[in-house]
């Protein structure tokens, strides 16, 4: 009989609190660190830690990093139009629950 | 493929100003925008607001794009001219929407020849891949007792041509017991290719779970509306009740009141510590639809001599 059995089952290391470095969320989201910067200064994201070499995002930061570029870009926001929109957002869905 | 009427998407005419089809962009995406619309197709309806706008915006596209004529009708079978597009060069490349969301009518009509960003194999150039995310669905059973899932990547590539086609992946995981979502699993080497000889990256993925018809899940804790009687409240009662793990005995103390939480320690998600399983009752009300069961109400009603809304004063 063929074997049609796909790929074998991948083993993988599952990660309690997974965050992210500045670096590693540049990379994953394609952004240059200015941008992120400017975002930590809105407080459109907020990471732990002190300093910038010291920051650690949340993996839900990337997601919100990435509707922040979507917003800026598709409705021309500047930072603190941004700021406004995300706080709104945040607030529409603590009012009614997400989706 | 099937011709896209760009005017009709956005809503104006064919002999429109910039400017009216630049205020028509607007106020669609502050409708379909999926970031901020309510409405159920956003997302389909914003790609084609998107892709109607990036072709009318730009007078050099909009002006190729008017030159295929106005005698189609969206849907309708379609294909460009053969000596279509000689003598236009786009400028200025792309906006930055992702450029593997575009239809095949608009590929065929403009491409992404002004975006293709060359990585040539010689180029000396070694780099780690970079890591990637994803989300995986799971049933809460599979969090109980581990599963085998699998998953559909989709990384857009740029083929040979500088067009983009997306590569599918199909990646089988195993879910370990015991995880609960908002935590990843790390697959090392599963993210994007390195460059030149440099280490592929690693793919994270986000576990969530898939709504259950009768489980609500919180963190590690687990819970489960358990509709009961009037009597059984009142009473007491040995109920039977469903958990992920199988059925449970569990007995229903009387002058149980409505919302009462019961806890079943250690019955949630296994994890290194365990959540808890929370039956949550619910008192439904029989209908008074036999006059049996009205005579029942009538004395009840005598005998309980019972008002809830002393308090209200009224």
């Not at chain 1, 800026?72 to 929109?85: H, P, Q, Y």
């Not at chain 2, 205020?23 to 914003?46: C, I, T």
């Not at chain 2, 010689?122 to 989300?135: C, R």
Request: charged share 25%; proline share 6%; glycine share 8%.
């Amino acid at each position: 009989m063929i074997n049609n059995d796909p790929a074998p089952a991948l083993n993988g290391e599952v990660l309690e609190d997974y965050c992210l470095s500045l670096q590693q969320l540049c990379h994953s989201a394609t952004v240059e660190p200015e941008f992120i910067l400017q975002l930590v200064e809105y407080e459109v994201l907020e990471p732990e830690g002190e300093r910038t070499v010291n920051w650690r995002f949340k993996a839900e930061d990337l997601a919100r990093l990435r509707r922040a570029e979507r917003l800026m870009r598709d409705f021309e926001l500047n930072l603190s139009g941004l700021a406004l929109v995300m706080q709104l957002l945040d607030e529409r869905v603590e009012l009614r629950g997400p989706g | 493929m099937q011709y896209k009427d760009y005017y009709n998407t956005l809503g104006v005419e064919r002999g429109a100003s910039q400017d009216d089809i630049k205020k028509a962009y607007r106020r669609l995406a502050r409708k379909y925008h999926p970031d901020v619309s309510k409405e159920a197709d956003a997302e389909e309806r914003f790609k084609e607001v998107g892709e109607a706008y990036e072709v009318l915006k730009d007078p050099e596209k909009r002006a190729a794009y008017d030159q295929l004529g106005n005698q189609w009708q969206t849907g309708e079978q379609f294909r460009p001219p053969p000596d279509w597009n000689t003598g236009y060069e786009y400028t200025g490349g792309f906006s930055g929407a992702d450029a593997a969301a575009h239809s095949d009518f608009f590929e065929s009509l403009f491409g992404v020849g002004g975006r293709a960003r060359a990585r040539g194999a010689d180029t000396g150039f070694h780099a780690h891949g970079q890591d990637s995310h994803a989300k995986i669905l799971i049933d809460l059973e599979d969090a109980y007792q581990g599963a085998a899932r699998s998953l559909t990547l989709r990384h857009p590539q740029l083929d040979s041509t500088g067009h983009v086609a997306f590569h599918k992946r199909q990646l089988n995981v195993n879910i370990p017991k015991g995880v609960y979502a908002g935590q990843h699993i790390r697959l090392k080497g599963q993210g994007e290719a390195g460059a030149g000889s440099g280490q592929a990256g690693d793919l994270y993925l986000e576990i969530e779970f898939n709504p259950h018809s009768i489980y609500r899940v919180e963190g590690k804790d687990v819970y489960l509306e358990l509709p009961v009687t009037p009597w059984e409240a009142a009473l007491g009662e040995q109920v039977t009740v469903p958990t992920p793990e199988g059925r449970v005995n569990m007995k229903i103390p009387p002058g149980s009141t409505q919302g009462k939480q019961m806890r079943l320690k250690d019955k949630g998600i296994p994890a290194k510590v365990a959540g808890d399983f929370y039956v949550v009752l619910q008192i439904v009300v029989p209908p008074a639809d036999t006059d049996k069961a009205r005579e029942a109400y009538e004395n009840l009603k005598q005998a309980a001599d019972f008002n809830p809304r002393q308090h209200l004063e009224v």
